[in-house]
């Protein structure tokens, strides 16, 4: 082959090497393999969707923070209610003691009378301006005293139960309508003031039968607050599951898209070595005319 | 043979050194001038005389040294090599509008879905029904901001079709002046040397801006464009126009007025159109898909559901009637946090509704993907044009540089080579001068004969 003067080669040699230098570069400095787009099409695609599931972890994660709070106000008012209805039980068994005279019964009456008021705030408890106990109707105050109702007392809320996506497939539900708790069932409210009317006035076996749905009522209150306590629980896993599940994600996008320091080190090194030999052999070649030689 | 049949043949040896020696300096001169081809003397044995004795030299002419399949290869790779760079120059530009940072659309798409599933928490917290509606102003302003940089970067790419085209035709112009000279020189049997490679360097300019092919015709070179519509002919060039189509898009015609936009694929021109015309499109059309499909979801999910004043879910998205300017014209329909359709039974505090509205996130579009998948295929998309365009620019340079060696090595001037050949044409000079001094002194010689000076 004819060799001639031309530069071109030596010049597009340059320009390459130059050019895998300012990659090396850019990934050292950036700790990124993947700076843009055409870097690596599919890998930037994932990176989309990875970026999506993160802020869903996110998401989920404060939404488990807000709904646990919400619960536990939730069940330290039923644990308050339990603890009531255990001293209304005590009341009302002494009640129904033969040896009780008309005065005692009616002090008697009088503190169970505290221990209702008690519970109806508790059901009325609310957390954030919203009432707990309402289903969905959280501005409206669930328990209000009506004449005409069992136990003196309407519920103005709905049954609704209201579920938060805490995790891709898994929904907690973040309340338990009051009604399903003090009025269904065993009725927490009714037993409560069917006892401080037998107290007053009924005889010793109405007592008893009294006292004995009280406690019925308790049991009830209860088991509504065991599904209650599974939440919480349920919660407190998915909680570590989404810290651990953002650690996943936060890896993968690394492996996406950024490079470990010491392979970024070692290609900029390598690309370092070959531009300089490049240019040295560059500037060996490129001076070198016969007309040197011929003085 | 006489002495002045000798004193002749001196003579031409002089002139045809001094023309090699010219030759030589020209290659020197031109050695860094580009598209230059080296020249040759062709020196040939003169007409003998009778008895067969020699005649001397004759200086038949210059030769360039040139192959015009090699040519014809180098314009071939140009025009693809303009191409892929007009197209990686471009789609460098428009796949930063499809990063995966910060203030794109996937990413403000889940910051709304994360912002209304926190408003499932508390669904009567107003300032979380206003993250709602901010998350949404977000996500209608990325949507503006690709559209929008789709439609600037088409609107600057009608400039630039403009530019080529008004290029083109004036390089038609330049190559068919040359064509009648060129004839005229080959006509009479000489090499078109300078004026063939200044002609070879138009057709390199114009493989820059478009796809040509060239025939060699006894007028000169014949250039046709890609569907074959003539651009020179012998001394004539015919120029192309442009015209703005229905979309608002520079398209290419002919003298004739046919439209030849789609068979104008090579060149500055060729990547220009490909942007302008499919790549552009095909991207403002996902985009508008996505748009409108993803607003038309929500506004369906809005309407399963009641406000926080018990009314029925209004829209949340306004959208245009058609898909078409979907991504540039999608805007809130709300800036009232109570419009948020979160209820499921009318009661403020129910969250039933916004199961409905986060489900969009991962139910499939029309598209046949959800938002998040029909999203990520555009960022594919583009990354992959993208990353084509480039392996293509760099594909097609090596390819380019093979080829030029190859030119190289064959008209290429060698300074060592003509640094050999002024050594070599000086002493031939020389030596034909030295003849001449000696035929002098011969007829010195004969003049004195029979003088005592000879003696």
């Keep these: 082959m004819r060799v001639t003067n031309s530069i071109a080669d030596m010049q597009y040699d340059m320009q390459q090497s130059q050019q895998d230098l300012s990659v090396a570069l850019e990934q050292v400095s950036t700790s990124k393999r993947v700076n843009q787009l055409s870097d690596d099409p599919s890998a930037s695609a994932n990176m989309v969707r990875s970026l999506a599931a993160s802020t869903n972890v996110d998401s989920y994660t404060r939404n488990v923070d807000s709904v646990l709070a919400k619960l536990q106000t939730a069940d330290s008012a039923l644990s308050s209610v339990v603890t009531s209805l255990n001293q209304a039980v005590t009341l009302g068994t002494s009640g129904a003691n033969s040896t009780m005279t008309d005065a005692n019964r009616e002090a008697l009456a009088m503190q169970v009378q505290g221990i209702l008021a008690n519970v109806v705030a508790q059901a009325n408890t609310s957390y954030q301006g919203s009432y707990m106990f309402a289903g969905s109707d959280t501005s409206t105050m669930p328990f209000t005293s009506d004449a005409a109702s069992i136990g003196g007392y309407v519920y103005n809320g709905n049954s609704t139960v209201n579920q938060v996506q805490v995790g891709d497939s898994i929904s907690v539900a973040t309340n338990v309508p009051g009604d399903q708790i003090f009025n269904s069932g065993a009725n927490v409210i009714g037993s409560l003031a069917n006892l401080i009317s037998v107290l007053q006035s009924g005889t010793l076996t109405d007592i008893g039968t009294a006292t004995i749905a009280v406690s019925t009522a308790l049991n009830y209150v209860s088991q509504q607050r065991v599904p209650l306590g599974n939440s919480i629980a349920q919660l407190n896993s998915q909680e570590s599951y989404l810290n651990q599940e953002t650690v996943t994600l936060s890896t993968q996008q690394t492996s996406l898209v950024g490079i470990d320091l010491a392979t970024a080190a070692t290609n900029l090194s390598q690309a370092e070595t070959t531009n300089n030999a490049v240019l040295a052999a560059a500037a060996k070649v490129l001076p070198q005319t016969l007309l040197d030689y011929l003085q | ?455």
């Design chain 2, 1 to 455: 043979m006489s002495l002045n049949a000798s004193l002749n043949i001196a003579v031409q040896s002089l002139l045809a050194d001094t023309g090699a020696l010219q030759a030589t300096n020209n290659n020197i001169a031109n050695a860094n001038t580009v598209g230059y081809s080296r020249q040759t003397v062709t020196p040939q044995e003169a007409a003998p005389y009778t008895d067969g004795q020699g005649n001397g030299v004759v200086l038949e002419g210059y030769q360039s040294i040139r192959s015009e399949i090699l040519q014809r290869q180098i314009e071939q790779q140009t025009q693809e090599q303009s191409s892929a760079d007009a197209q990686q120059a471009n789609l460098q530009q428009i796949q930063t509008v499809f990063t995966t940072s910060t203030e794109d659309i996937g990413t403000q798409m889940s910051a709304l879905f994360s912002s209304i599933s926190n408003l499932s928490t508390d669904p009567t917290n107003s300032s979380l029904r206003q993250s709602v509606l901010t998350s949404g102003e977000n996500l209608v302003a990325a949507f503006h901001t690709a559209s929008n940089a789709l439609a600037t970067q088409q609107a600057g790419l009608n400039t630039q079709v403009t530019q080529d085209v008004s290029d083109i035709n004036s390089l038609a112009r330049q190559i068919a002046a040359l064509n009648p000279q060129l004839t005229a020189l080959k006509q009479s049997g000489q090499d078109g040397g300078t004026l063939q490679d200044q002609q070879d360097q138009l057709l390199l300019s114009l493989s820059k801006l478009t796809n040509i092919s060239v025939t060699q015709t006894e007028n000169g070179e014949t250039l046709t464009t890609g569907n074959g519509t003539a651009l020179v002919v012998g001394g004539e060039s015919f120029a192309l126009q442009t015209t703005t189509n229905s979309d608002g898009v520079q398209q290419v015609t002919d003298p004739a007025g046919t439209n030849i936009t789609s068979a104008i694929s090579g060149g500055d021109l060729g990547g220009t159109l490909q942007v302008c015309h499919q790549t552009i499109p095909e991207l403002l059309t996902s985009l508008d898909t996505l748009a409108n499909q993803f607003g038309t979801a929500m506004n369906a999910a809005q309407a399963e559901g009641y406000d926080q004043n018990g009314a029925m879910g209004g829209n949340l998205f306004t959208l245009p009637a058609g898909v078409a300017g979907s991504a540039a014209d999608i805007n809130m329909a709300t800036t009232d946090v109570s419009t948020i359709a979160a209820s499921s039974d009318g009661s403020s505090g129910s969250n039933g509704n916004l199961a409905n509205l986060t489900a969009v996130q991962t139910t499939k579009l029309a598209t046949g993907a959800t938002p998040t998948d029909t999203y990520a295929n555009m960022v594919y998309q583009v990354g992959s044009l993208t990353a084509n365009a480039t392996a293509e620019s760099t594909a097609t340079a090596a390819s380019l540089v093979q080829l030029n060696d190859q030119r190289n090595s064959l008209s290429g001037v060698s300074i060592d080579e003509e640094s050999t050949n002024l050594i070599r044409y000086q002493q031939a000079y020389e030596a034909a001068a030295r003849v001449v001094t000696t035929i002098s002194n011969l007829f010195d010689v004969t003049m004195s004969m029979g003088t005592n000076a000879a003696s």
